[in-house]
């Protein structure tokens, strides 16, 4: 098994090969052909396995271990109408103007059915948003990283409306007004959970508590009760769908809170309870991954993200099936190479594996926030201020001295600002020091000759990051693009080289042809 030892938290990366970051380029540079014919959208599978089904209580229970049809996933962006399901491997939630999700830093994005992107405007006031779906009369649930629960107005104000009863939660649509929480798989924490405690939790439409599904699970190693029940729900109907982060299970309740199927595939990655071991004196957690979201597509069926196995700490592929959400029969699956897919699926159940980059990168310059102004002195002398990023493609990097990772980042972003010759690209650095000699011993110490604007510990209050290293890219009219908390190493710089580099193709304002390639509408 991957034993993690992060305490209290578990994330997985989206990584992006540099060779895709080339071939990302060239695609909004030449275009997709409308003329392309599509293949079927699944095959007979020739080992395929009846189900085994039984029936404990009043729940079917469901095992297929090879389905009677193989999933043929379509690289070619959707020409028609299609619904995002998973954005950099998070999970999507719908709502009625389209797929909403976070957009990794703490905002919201939603993606509507043609998939262009628009940022949802929300008065965070330093909050960071780590789920939200929709909610009454065009209001969006939200939950912060505190576990507030609150209610987004269309103006975007927050109010906040309770306290969620797990330590992190993660939330989901009911479909009727109100919303359902489940313990986050993102993060947990060590705490001893009360005997009888919900699974899950359901929120009414005016912001009170209105009822549970399921009952938490007990490990053995008591601490681990967060991580042992954590997992995403999805909702359609009368009927809730509980995937667990660490077991090899899907299970539908029905409005009563009562199991009506549970569904396995015989995975061996499966952990029947999370425990502590002690590795070179130190206690780590040995569990691994399962289901890594639910969600349900536009043809009302079933659709789960999953590990495909155990490996050396390291996973490079995803699986994805396809279930029958009435009775839990397991329809159709497909292994995927990326850990953190994009992917969309139209009415006719045709699945789309899509480049998040270029959804992001197709955002109408128009449509992007302005990033928070500045006048700010120099470590060399003198001062900057907003107006220099007029024009430019801008890579703002904030640091400190003192912050581990920036040591290793800033030389790779140093060497990325002297790899691009184009004279629209400038590359500037925020230091959040307080002392500026500390600041300076960091500059002197590698040598860099960039320029360092000196925030002396005030930056956090106005641009509300949520952790050093910060990199931001600012187009030519000081509108922010794209954003990356910490560093992630090879595969990020890659990944921000891609994005600066499809943005300088657009030209002056978007001016050129390319501001219409609008994510695979060729």
Not at 287 to 316: A, Q
Request: hydrophobic share 40%; charged share 20%; glycine share 10%.
């Amino acid at each position: 098994m991957n034993r993690f030892k992060e305490r209290g938290r578990t994330q997985v990366r989206p990584a992006l090969p540099p060779a895709l970051g080339v071939a990302l380029v060239a695609v909004l540079a030449a275009g997709c052909s409308d003329g392309t014919e599509r293949g079927p959208i699944a095959e007979a599978n020739p080992g395929a396995v009846p189900p085994i089904v039984e029936t404990l209580g009043s729940a079917r229970h469901v095992i297929t271990t090879a389905p009677g049809e193989r999933l043929l996933v379509d690289t070619i962006p959707p020409r028609g109408g299609a619904t995002l399901l998973w954005f950099a491997g998070r999970p999507t939630q719908q709502t009625p103007d389209g797929a909403l999700v976070t957009d990794g830093s703490g905002g919201l994005i939603r993606f509507d059915p043609d998939l262009k992107v628009r940022r949802v405007p929300l008065v965070l006031e330093g909050r960071e948003i780590v789920s939200a779906t929709g909610g009454p009369d065009g209001t969006l649930w939200v939950v912060d990283l505190n576990g507030d629960v609150l209610l987004a107005r269309p103006n975007g104000e927050l109010e906040p409306q309770l306290k969620s009863p797990f330590n992190y939660s993660e939330i989901g649509a009911d479909g009727r007004g109100g919303a359902w929480l489940v313990r986050s798989p993102v993060r947990f924490a060590y705490a001893i959970e009360k005997p009888g405690a919900p699974l899950l939790a359901r929120i009414g439409p005016d912001g009170s508590r209105a009822g549970t599904a399921g009952l938490a699970r007990l490990p053995e190693h008591i601490l681990l009760a967060d991580l042992d029940n954590a997992g995403r729900v999805a909702a359609r109907g009368d009927t809730l769908y509980y995937a667990p982060f660490i077991r090899d299970q899907i299970v539908a309740f029905t409005a009563a809170g009562d199991t009506a199927w549970i569904a396995s595939r015989a995975l061996p990655q499966s952990t029947t309870e999370p425990r502590f071991e002690l590795q070179d004196g130190k206690a780590v957690i040995d569990y691994h991954p399962v289901n890594l979201g639910i969600t349900i597509g536009p043809d009302d069926r079933l659709y789960v993200l999953s590990t495909t196995g155990f490996n050396d700490g390291e996973t490079f592929e995803t699986r994805l099936d396809v279930f029958n959400r009435t009775d839990g029969t397991l329809l159709r699956t497909a292994t995927l190479p990326t850990i953190s897919p994009t992917l969309a699926v139209d009415p006719t159940g045709r699945v789309y594996l899509l480049d998040d980059l270029r959804l992001l990168t197709g955002l109408a310059p128009a449509d992007r926030e302005a990033f928070a102004p500045f006048d700010l002195e120099r470590l060399t002398g003198g001062r900057m201020n907003s107006d220099h990023l007029r024009g430019s493609v801008t890579l703002i990097n904030f640091w400190a001295s003192w912050c581990a990772p920036c040591r290793e980042e800033m030389p790779a972003l140093d060497s990325l600002r002297t790899a691009i010759a184009d004279p629209a690209f400038q590359f500037i650095t925020m230091n959040e020091d307080v002392k500026v000699s500390d600041a300076q011993a960091f500059i002197d110490e590698f040598g860099f000759d960039f320029p360092v604007l000196l925030g002396k510990g005030d930056l956090k209050a106005t641009y509300h990051y949520f952790g050093l290293p910060y990199t931001v890219l600012v187009d030519r009219d000081g509108k922010l693009i794209q954003q990356w908390i910490g560093y992630a190493g090879p595969d990020q710089l890659a990944r921000i080289r891609t994005v600066i580099d499809a943005e300088l193709l657009r030209g002056p304002s978007g001016g050129d042809s390319h501001q219409e390639m609008d994510h695979g509408a060729h």
